[in-house]
């Protein structure tokens, strides 16, 4: 049974600061890994989609990885601002199922 | 486009009652799910639908009972609300169940049962 897990699960940073979300599965037959952003009692807003035979996808600040055999994606941020606050959560696809990991909430100070 | 619509935004039910929560999209996704998120417990998906007229089973069907007569509906009912369905339901869809697409969210409806 796939299990994802998102480690930390809350973060406090000062803002400039470059941060690493991550995020571990332990079933390597995924079709994609995608991550997303949760503003306090919204919906969620997809920031990057990864295929399972990519290793990289990038958008502005925000720059995701994934591994597939060792189980692990990151979620790479530069120069945190204050509008980054959220909850950020992964999420694995097998066969039409998409399995979430519990997120990591983060705070940006400014 | 609208995207993904669900109604209605909070719901406050008894324990027994019955009731329907609504999804639509209008963007001819073939793949639709439900999902339910309680604090700690990040998204669970509860059923899913990979086109008009076919559903299955997610992780925590218990409780809950779908139809997908046409493209752009998806809705979820539930029969007999008990006290542990209280949680925020999220409906996604996404243009085909084959797993290179975007999922996208409905805002949630948040249900509280007494």
């Known amino acids: 049974k796939q299990e994802v897990t998102q480690i930390p699960a809350a973060l406090s940073v000062p803002e400039g600061e470059n941060l690493v979300l991550n995020c571990s599965f332990t079933?390597?037959?995924?079709?994609?890994l995608q991550w997303f952003r949760q503003d306090p009692g919204k919906g969620l807003t997809s920031l990057l989609l990864?295929?399972?035979?990519?290793r990289e996808q990038t958008s502005g600040r925000l720059n995701a990885s994934l591994d597939k055999s060792s189980g692990r994606s990151t979620l790479y941020i530069a120069a945190s601002q204050p509008g980054d606050s959220a909850t950020y959560l992964c999420a694995v696809k097998g066969t039409y199922k998409y399995i979430f990991g519990t997120g990591t909430r983060l705070k940006v100070l400014a | 486009n609208a995207g993904v619509t669900q109604t209605p935004k909070f719901q406050v039910l008894k324990t027994g009652q019955s009731m329907t929560l609504q999804c639509a999209q209008d963007m001819n996704h073939e793949y639709m799910s439900w999902y339910r998120q309680d604090p700690g417990m990040g998204l669970r998906l509860i059923h899913y639908?990979?086109?008009?007229?076919?559903?299955d089973q997610g992780e925590v069907p218990n409780g809950y009972n779908v139809s997908r007569s046409t493209t752009e509906d998806f809705p979820l009912r539930l029969l007999s609300a008990a006290p542990s369905q209280t949680s925020v339901y999220f409906c996604a869809s996404s243009l085909s169940p084959g797993g290179e697409e975007t999922q996208y969210f409905g805002p949630g409806t948040r249900l509280l049962v007494l």
């Open positions: 990864i295929q399972s035979s990519q």
């Open positions: 639908s990979v086109g008009a007229g076919i559903t």
């Open positions: 079933d390597s037959a995924i079709y994609n």
